[in-house]
Nanobody, 127 residues
Framework: QVQLAESGGGLVQAGGSLRLSCATS????????VAWFRQAPGKRREFVAA???????????YYTDSVKGRFIISRDNVEKKVYLQMNSLKPEDTAVYYC?????????????????WGQGTQVTVSS
């Protein structure tokens, strides 16, 4: 059973930065697709970024348009952790951020493509 636990959320002013971490346990991890989704109050959960395995040591990163150039997703296969570096934060980035993982990866932006989820961490960006 794969378990995920997010950390690093908090309150930050607009223009600031935060780094979210997701610690994983169980599973092989290095060949998993991992992703971050977020859910703002009153809105549906949405895709933020994904990091998928393409074989060997090749990985690909994907981002939703609204965070391109500001957020960076990365992983540490030794520590079995996923990171989301968030820069130039905006009030509209305020949401609960969820880490997700799955052995597959073809549906990287679809929350239905992930079988394992963390409990979420709150990110609040003040204007």
């Amino acid at each position: 059973q794969v378990q995920l636990a997010e950390s690093g959320g908090g309150l930050v002013q607009a223009g600031g930065s935060l780094r979210l971490s997701c610690a994983t346990s169980g599973g092989t991890f290095n060949n998993y697709a991992v992703a971050w989704f977020r859910q703002a109050p009153g809105k549906r959960r949405e895709f933020v970024a994904a990091h998928t395995w393409a074989g060997g040591r090749t990985y690909y990163a994907y981002y939703t348009d609204s965070v391109k150039g500001r957020f960076i997703i990365s992983r540490d296969n030794v520590e079995k952790k996923v990171y989301l570096q968030m820069n130039s934060l905006k009030p509209e980035d305020t949401a609960v951020y969820y880490c997700a993982a799955d052995p597959g990866g073809s549906r990287y932006s679809d929350q239905g493509g992930y079988g394992y989820w963390g409990q979420g961490t709150q990110v609040t960006v003040s204007s």
